[in-house]
Structure formats: C-alpha cells, structure tokens
C-alpha cells in the first residue's frame, strides 16, 4: 500500500467508517500511524459479519482511539441464523462496541436475497433500540424499501448513519425529516461525477455530518485506484470544507462533535 502523505494534515478529525479488518493484518499498526501523524483522532471499525468480532474488539481493546460497530452487513444476510441475535447482543455488550452494523439493504449487488437481507436487517435495528444504540446502515439502490422500513412507527426512534451516503438530495431531505438521521461523506465527495452525494450538503444541518474513509473502498481524489487508509479521511473532509465554504477546522470539530453525540464516546 502506497503510505499517506504526512501533510496537509488535519488535527482533531475523526474516521467514523473504516474496515480496519479488511486491511492485512501487518497494515493495520502502520495505517492508523499514519492517520494520526495526520491528526486523526479516532476510528470506528464497523463490522460485516459477526465473525470478525473478535478481530475487531482485539483492535480496539490495544488502542485507546479505536472504537466499532457489530452487526452483519447485507452482502452476509443469507448466512443470518437463529440464535444471532442473542450472540449479537453478548458482543454488544462490551464497552467499545457504541453500535450495531454495519446493516442495510444492497440492491446493487443483491449477494443475499432482498427478503432476507430485510429479515436480517429487521432484527438489527429492533436489538438496537432494545440496547438503547445507533445503527450504521448500508444503503444502495434500496432508497424505497429503506425509506418504506424507516417509515414503520416501530422504527422511529431509530439513531442512524447512513454511512458513505449517495442516496441523492430528495432522500437526504427525508432522511433529515426524522429528525434522527446523520450523513456519512466519504471519498465520494471528490469524485468528478458525484453532485448525489454534494448536492445534500447545500441543506445538511452540521450537527448531521460525519466523515470517513469506508477504508479501504473509495479511495478519495488524489489516491483514486489505490486501497484506501484512515488517514485519508484529511483529505475528505478538506473537500468537504471547499463544498461547505468553512474553514477546515470548523470541519474537523464539528464532525467529531457529532461523532461523539451520535455514539456517545469521549475523544
């Protein structure tokens, strides 16, 4: 993996997105080394499958800045069993894990079957109001079916990142509407075709924002067609203070700001 860049860099910026896990196991040490010579202050890991749990608790019990979500991702939804729920929860219960997910609907791929990625996704959200947690959430081309889900009186109170968000202006507007949505803005930001996923930011409240990497997808502009890392998470949010006309460190406090509301974790 090509190393990040030392500068520009960006102190107090957060990673609220990143697949520690899916990076070698020898890369993981050097890549969060290289995102807090940057000025990167945390990480949150989210899970795919429950069976990478245990790799990711062992992350963040060594660091101090690492923290994650457990859950089971749609593309994994076909192997959900009776019984995962209850392990699930066991999982939860420790003190770094502050989410349930990475969950959602896929659409694109459709890996799973959509009913039973709906089925898996179901009891995630249901346990995460059960344990009093947000959910990250997976969305792609399921704008209807998650909007319709969402919609459901049982699901209202849900606290939610949609995470590497690019569902487009008038679903940022309904997600917005619930009053209890945050938008994650990845490496998609700089994309040369991406106004789905800037146009949001012209009525994004700040206190909805969060930024991240999706490491290692989504590569940002200038490191597009190499693996993704924490660290780049800079230069995210440096685009998304060109889009928002603010200051870069206006970025890097109000965003992890909100990372700490919505997980409820001291940085």
């Not at 081309?141 to 109170?157: C, G, N, V």
């Not at 994004?204 to 924002?209: A, E, I, S, T």
Request: negative net charge; contains cysteine.
């Amino acid at each position: 993996m090509t190393p990040a860049p030392l500068t520009p860099t960006l102190p107090g910026v957060v990673d609220s997105h990143c697949h520690l896990q899916s990076l070698a196991e020898d890369e993981r040490e050097a890549a969060l080394d290289r995102a807090r010579a940057r000025g990167v202050v945390g990480f949150l890991v989210p899970a795919t499958k429950l069976d990478e749990a245990d790799t990711i608790l062992g992350l963040c019990e060594r660091h101090a800045d690492v923290w994650c979500a457990l859950g089971v991702h749609p593309h994994e939804a076909a192997n959900w069993r009776d019984g995962d729920a209850v392990r699930l929860a066991a999982l939860l219960a420790h003190p770094k894990a502050v989410a349930v997910g990475e969950c959602g609907l896929d659409f694109h791929y459709d890996f799973a079957p959509r009913e039973q990625q709906e089925r898996a996704l179901r009891v995630q959200w249901e346990l995460a109001l059960d344990l009093d947690l947000p959910v990250v959430v997976d969305n792609r081309e399921s704008e209807e079916a998650m909007l319709a889900l969402l919609a459901e009186p049982r699901f209202a109170a849900l606290r939610a990142d949609f995470h590497s968000f690019s569902g487009g202006a008038a679903m940022a507007k309904r997600l917005l509407a619930r009053g209890n949505s945050w938008l994650g803005i990845s490496g998609m930001v700089t994309f040369k075709k991406a106004d789905n996923v800037r146009e949001p930011l012209a009525f994004m409240p700040p206190d909805r924002l969060l930024v991240e990497t999706d490491t290692p997808y989504l590569a940002p502009v200038p490191y597009r067609g190499k693996p993704n890392e924490p660290g780049f998470v800079v230069d995210v949010a440096l685009r998304l203070a060109q889009e928002l006309g603010w200051g870069p460190t206006r970025v890097a406090a109000q965003t992890t700001a909100n990372v700490r509301d919505l997980f409820a974790i001291s940085i």
